[in-house]
């Protein structure tokens, strides 16, 4: 993956780790409670990171995790107290408890589409489990399924796996645990889309372990559009194919470099037109679902 991008440096934080989208940061003292959660305006796209970035979409995410912690009613990793947030990144960035992470992608499906519909059609079944026959692309679930995935180093692609499987890599206890609390927050947080007019597809969701307690808390990013598919509940009704399914995310980057780019070599930048559009569809599912015309 082509990433050329050097982090920044903050006062009072050391840099850790840059994954596609997000820098981490320790604190410079050398405590061990916290982090520093920097989300970058990148856009990746087919492995590639892209020119130009999107403007405002690390605050965007940033902003609509926050809610959504806020909504769920379950643990999650913001800090209550601790070290501040430099003033240049406050709106894009989170201060955050450090945990264990588990190396398991909690990924919950309410329908099937994208990697689980290539699954569903070879298989029959997604992560070993068995679904009916005769599904279309965007066909919703009568029962979401939990499908994990083993996280992969980076630069490289996320592996699905079997709940046993996940079993064999957590143990059968916390797997179990991860699968219950995974469909719950998924269920709330569908509910509460539907209110608003949408659909939540799926999700991905990443929890951690404290380290004193080993309680599950709820990490990383939430029901963003970087790591969800939302739908318009109305297209969804009235149109066909995979128009049925416009994402809130950055589809329109990747339909754009399909039709623009025979995926050899480096890619080409973004027109503005297409920067603009990303944005908006961004910003327009934080609007819908939190019922807020501006980030701050």
């Known amino acids: 993956m082509t990433n050329t991008q050097t982090p920044a440096q903050y006062a009072n934080w050391n840099h850790l780790y840059s994954g596609k989208v997000r820098d981490l940061y320790e604190p410079a003292d050398g405590s061990r409670e916290h982090l520093l959660v920097v989300t ?24 609509l995790s926050r809610w959504w912690f806020a909504e769920l009613g379950v643990p999650h990793h913001l800090a209550s107290e601790g ?42 079944a997604v992560c070993g489990i068995e679904l009916p026959e005769g599904l279309s692309d965007g066909d919703l679930l009568e029962t979401p399924i939990f499908t994990p995935a083993f996280k992969a180093e980076l630069g490289d692609h996320d592996e699905n796996i079997t709940f046993e ?27 509460l889309a539907a209110a608003r007019g949408l659909i939540l597809a799926d999700t991905k969701f990443e929890f951690g372990r404290h380290p004193e307690t080993g309680e599950l808390i ?79």
């Open 83 to 124: 070290p501040e947030a430099p003033a240049e990144v406050a709106d894009r960035s989170m201060v955050t408890m450090r945990l264990d992470m588990l190396p398991i992608e909690c990924v919950v499906r309410g329908a099937i589409t994208g990697s689980g519909y290539a699954e569903y059609r070879e298989t029959g």
């Open 165 to 191: 499987r996940a079993c064999e890599i957590v143990g059968p206890e916390i797997a179990a645990e991860l699968r219950e609390l995974s469909l719950t927050i998924f269920t709330r947080a569908r509910d």
């Open 218 to 296: 709820l990490a990383d990013e939430v029901l963003t559009s970087d790591s969800s598919r939302f739908w318009d509940a109305d297209a969804y009704e009235t149109a066909t194919g995979t128009q049925r399914m416009q994402s809130f995310d950055k589809q329109i980057v990747r339909d754009w470099l399909s039709a623009n780019w025979n995926k050899q070599g480096e890619p080409p930048v973004l027109p503005d037109e297409i920067v603009e559009r990303t944005r908006a569809r961004y910003l327009e599912l934080f609007t819908r679902l939190t019922g807020n015309e501006h980030l701050a």
């Open 40 to 63: 970058s305006n990148r856009v990746s796209a087919f492995d590639f990171m892209l020119e130009p970035p999107i403007p405002e979409k690390g605050a965007v995410l940033t902003a």
